[in-house]
């Protein structure tokens, strides 16, 4: 991952209470009151913004990927970026949150992610802008990220709701 831009930390209180109101309590609208005062312009210019995908059972569960959500309002405020879902989650990991180092993470979603087939051979010398909702240890990140990389993607810089 070429960098991070994370607008909240997780471990204020109130940046812990959005993020658990948006995914638990399953309040999409904090999303929008969260962002609404922010002005996303980013001094590089990308292509793409794509959210960290959800195994597609969490995401019928919760109903929504909140990534997903997050990658929307930014979208709203950012006149030439296109948003693509174009990363696949193929297996379902245990729960980040679960996990309790580092290196737990990273082998817990080591592989859980590819491009989609409607997406290869299409984004090599892209500039993409990867949006999570939280960004703890970074492995969803950096493993979306190396996905990316292999398939020819020339930036990849990611966006979290905290850090």
Excluded at 13 to 24: L, M, N, S, T
Excluded at 117 to 146: H, N, P, Q, Y
Aim: with cysteine; hydrophobic share 45%; net charge positive.
């Amino acid at each position: 991952m070429d960098g991070l831009i994370a607008i909240y930390v997780y471990q204020e209180p109130i940046a812990r209470a959005v993020v658990d109101g948006i995914k638990y309590g399953f309040n999409k609208k904090l999303i929008n009151i969260v962002l609404a005062n922010f002005c996303f312009e980013m001094g590089e210019q990308f292509d793409l913004l794509v959210p960290v995908p959800l195994y597609y059972y969490r995401e019928n569960w919760r109903g929504f990927n909140q990534a997903e959500l997050i990658a929307e309002v930014v979208r709203s405020q950012m006149s030439d970026v296109r948003l693509e879902k174009l990363l696949m989650r193929v297996r379902n990991t245990k729960q980040q949150v679960t996990m309790k180092t580092k290196e737990a993470r990273e082998k817990n979603i080591k592989g859980a992610f590819r491009i989609s087939e409607k997406w290869k051979g299409k984004i090599r010398g892209k500039k993409i802008l990867l949006v999570d909702d939280v960004f703890t240890s970074g492995a969803d990140m950096r493993e979306c990220a190396k996905v990316l990389k292999k398939a020819g993607v020339e930036l990849v810089w990611g966006l979290a709701l905290a850090h």
